[in-house]
């Protein structure tokens, strides 16, 4: 009976520890990165293209593995018309013309891969860099924070009817299809006058439209570019994003969970760029602010800068936040880490600091490692009530300073990289930067 008794007693020890180590940060007892993801896109060879995709898509089609697809120039998926694409099907976006795809209001796109077998989109060059080619917009008619409850994309695109760009509407269940086990590379063509393409862009869509294990990865815009809607998103991976990994605006209200973002400071944009931007608007006087605003509900998110030299690249500027916060937007982000910034979290120098705001405002159970502050306000001197109100007991967060070997399972890994927590190799005492550096 003693024998059971422990045995049992060593499962349940085993297990809790097991438990504990996944927490915080993406979650798993397996690496759920483990082959669909490619963390090296440029070593990766495609078959030359037998199909060509241009213009208006108006009758449902199915894109098939066996054949490989050029986006040529701007591709519209319109009338009401369903893309379906078979899993390991490749499609290239083409570099001179910029291929992108647009999936306009009222159709859909059925893209279900396999972790054996993803749908890739990448860049048609041999030597692929980021901005090679457009990107992925889909548009649905959920609620935007925009009077007229009607929006339309402003990246310079040319449709044949205004239709196929508009987004937005009453329908929270909109339904614009699935993305599953998708991997975009090398998107966020630069534009003029206008911003960058974004890797995936969603504007409008609804709960019903599924996006789940979903990677972006090297875009020279925004990894995922949210612009209203309501939106779920689970199990996506930004990796190494020139603009943000993920952005919220236009009043978006989100549900993020189990996601990753892994930034480089030699690759981020100069001109400001994070793993997470919520807002709720370019401008105040073009919101409806009778309508919901921006609503961020993150959990189990691990958002990390990867450095060679992270105390060096802070003192140069070359690392600043993971996460900023705009006016007017709620934001709540639980049981998860953020490793390596400046600080981790800041909100803009509009945002008042009282019991209103602070209440819109949660940080919970969350782990801060090596970052130089935690929880700032833009351009203010001292940050030391922010600090000590996320730092009490009652959000229970966890701050330390260990280095990235020591801190996730298996974050040097080129080929497959493991960025579940690792607790118990956690050396809080290694002190990578002293609190008297100067700034």
């Given at each position: 009976m003693k024998k059971?008794?422990?045995?049992?007693l060593l499962f349940l020890l085993v297990f809790g520890s097991l438990f504990a180590q996944q927490e915080k940060g993406i979650t798993g007892y397996n690496n759920w990165l483990d082959s669909w993801t490619d963390f090296q896109p440029n070593k990766a060879n495609y078959e030359e293209p037998t199909q060509i995709l241009s213009g208006n898509i108006s009758e449902n089609i199915t894109l098939t593995k066996r054949n490989t697809y050029l986006l040529l120039g701007e591709v519209f998926v319109t009338d009401s018309t369903t893309l379906t694409i078979e899993p390991g099907t490749v499609i290239l976006g083409d570099f001179k013309t910029k291929g992108s795809l647009i999936i306009s209001n009222g159709s859909k796109i059925i893209a279900e891969g396999k972790p054996t077998d993803p749908i890739i989109f990448t860049s048609n060059r041999t030597d692929k860099k980021?901005?090679?080619?457009?990107?992925?917009?889909i548009l649905g008619d959920a609620p935007i924070n925009v009077f007229g409850k009607v929006a339309s994309l402003n990246y310079g695109l040319n449709?044949?009817?205004?239709?196929s760009i508009s987004y937005g509407g009453d329908n929270i269940d909109s339904n614009s299809g699935v993305l599953d086990f998708i991997r975009i590379e090398y998107a966020g063509k630069k534009t003029k006058g206008f911003e960058n393409f974004s890797g995936l862009t969603l504007a409008g869509v609804g709960l019903k439209t599924a996006i789940s294990n979903v990677m972006v990865s090297y875009c020279e815009g925004h990894s995922f570019n949210v612009l209203g809607g309501e939106v779920?998103?689970?199990?996506?991976?930004?990796?190494r994003s020139n603009k943000n990994d993920y952005n919220f605006n236009n009043g978006t209200q989100c549900h993020i969970e189990n996601a990753l973002a892994v930034r480089s400071p030699y690759i981020s944009s100069a001109d400001g760029s994070r793993?997470?931007?919520?807002t709720s608007y370019d401008l105040k006087e073009n919101a409806d602010t009778s309508k919901k605003q921006t609503?961020?509900?993150?959990e189990n998110l691990t958002l990390v800068n990867i450095s060679n030299?992270?105390?060096s690249d802070i003192k140069v500027g070359l690392v600043q936040e993971a996460i900023f916060i705009g006016p007017d937007v709620s934001f709540n982000i639980h049981k998860s880490v953020i490793s390596g910034f400046k600080p981790a979290v800041i909100f803009d120098e509009g945002i008042e600091i009282n019991s209103e705001n602070l209440e819109r405002i949660k940080i919970t159970r969350s782990y801060f490692n090596n970052c130089k502050g935690n929880i700032f306000k833009?351009?203010?001197?001292?940050?030391?009530?922010?600090?000590?109100w996320y730092g009490s007991r009652a959000f229970d967060n966890v701050y330390s300073k260990g280095p990235d070997s020591e801190t996730f399972i298996d974050s040097d890994n080129s080929r497959s990289p493991d960025f579940r927590l690792r607790i118990n190799k956690i050396i809080a005492s290694n002190d990578l930067f002293d609190d008297d550096d100067d700034e």
């Open positions: 059971i008794t422990l045995t049992s980021p901005g090679d080619w457009g990107g992925i917009f449709p044949s009817s205004t239709e779920n998103l689970t199990k996506t991976v930004s990796f793993c997470m931007s919520a609503f961020v509900n993150a030299d992270l105390k833009k351009y203010a001197s001292n940050n030391d009530d922010l600090e000590s």
